[in-house]
Structure formats: C-alpha cells, structure tokens
C-alpha cells in the first residue's frame, strides 16, 4: 500500500535554533503540515474532522531522524507516503527532500480513530479509509 502526496514549503526563521539550523521538533511540526495540506487536497480538512465529525484522529507515536541539517530559506519537498492501514489506525511516512533532491530527513506517525466524545478506539470511518486507500 503506497499512497504518495508531496509538499512543498521552505524553512522559516522561526523553525531554526540559535545555530541557524531547524529546530528538531519543527521536522515533526513540518510533517504535520504535509499531513494537513494532505487532507485539504483529498477533500476532508482537518477543520471538519476537528468541528464536524464525531471522530479524532490522534498521533499516538511519532519518531524523526535527520539526516543533513536544513538553514533558514531552504526549500524542501516532503513526500507523503501512506504505509499502512489497519482496523482502527494508519501510518504514515515522511520523506524530506532538499534542494537538489538528496534525502535530508524521514519521519513516521501513527494515527487512531478514536470517538470524540468517549476516547474510545473506533473502526477507522469509512471516509478517512476512502482517502488513504
């Protein structure tokens, strides 16, 4: 199951630590941006999931590695990737790529369904399956 979106965005002054490089915690921050701009293409935006649904779609795991550093105003291109879909969950890959294409680092989150009012794990809906598959 291979799923693909790309994304494109530069690194902000505000992403970067004092030695001008990105901040860990932004490649995750910046893999949340390619999952949102995801949804908005596939036609269910986050905003609706967070204020129309009776469902959430939490991240209950996240890891990152970094593989060359990123400075103020590099573009970047992150390609998406859906790498698994189960019952109640899915996973998604992070590929970041730099200027010239070189793979300058990759990220994974997993998402779960769970009902917004209860907290409880639910069957993945039927609508967040349609766009992943």
Known sequence: MKKNFSYETSIKFHETDAAGRLFFAHQLKLAHDAYEAFL???????????????????????????????????????????????????????????????SVGRAKTVHVAVNSKTGEKMALPEEVRRILE
């Not at 009776?54 to 550093?69: F, G, M, N, Q, W």
């Open 40 to 102: 908005q293409t596939s036609g269910l935006p986050l905003a609706i999931i967070v204020q129309d649904r009776p469902y959430d779609l939490p991240i209950v795991h996240a890891e990152s590695d970094y593989l060359a550093p990123l400075f103020v105003g590099d573009k970047i291109r992150i390609e998406l990737t859906v790498e698994r879909i189960g019952n109640s969950s899915f996973t998604l890959g992070y590929d970041f790529r730099g200027q010239n294409g070189q």
